[in-house]
């Protein structure tokens, strides 16, 4: 499986940016999207996932209600939708992809197998 994320850029506070994933090697059936993100000096942290056979979504409460995540089969990709962004917000996002094994692991980075290459957003006050 091999992620491609996309989407990222400057963006001023209270704005809004998505952010594509594309994969390829796989159909994402039985599999689990997630979406981490890291700022300088701190560890990665969840910030969303979808149940790619049901579309369920889970969040972290950072972001609840700003961030949405939805997906096209079709295409393959996972987006994440970020509405009235703060500059806490900046840090590069990774999208990751795993097969779904239920609902204790999702937000466990360290379960996810594949991940794709990052992409910066930066949120200006």
């Known amino acids: 499986v091999q992620l491609q994320a996309s989407g990222g850029g400057p963006v001023q506070a209270g704005g809004s940016v998505r952010l594509s994933c594309a994969a390829s090697?796989?159909?994402?059936?039985?599999?689990?999207m997630g979406w981490f993100r890291q700022a300088p000096g701190k560890e990665r942290e969840f910030v969303g996932v979808?149940?790619?056979?049901?579309?369920?979504?889970y969040y972290s409460d950072s972001v609840k209600g700003r961030f949405t995540i939805s997906k096209d089969s079709a295409k393959k990709t996972a987006y994440l939708k970020m509405n009235s962004l703060k500059p806490e917000d900046t840090a590069v996002y990774y999208c990751?992809?795993?097969?779904?094994?239920?609902?204790?692991?999702?937000?466990?980075?360290?379960?996810?197998?594949?991940w794709g290459q990052g992409t910066q957003v930066t949120v200006s006050s």
């Open positions: 090697g796989c159909t994402l059936s039985g599999y689990v």
């Open positions: 979808i149940r790619w056979n049901r579309a369920h979504t």
């Open positions: 990751a992809a795993k097969p779904d094994r239920g609902l204790p692991t999702i937000r466990d980075r360290n379960r996810f197998l594949y």
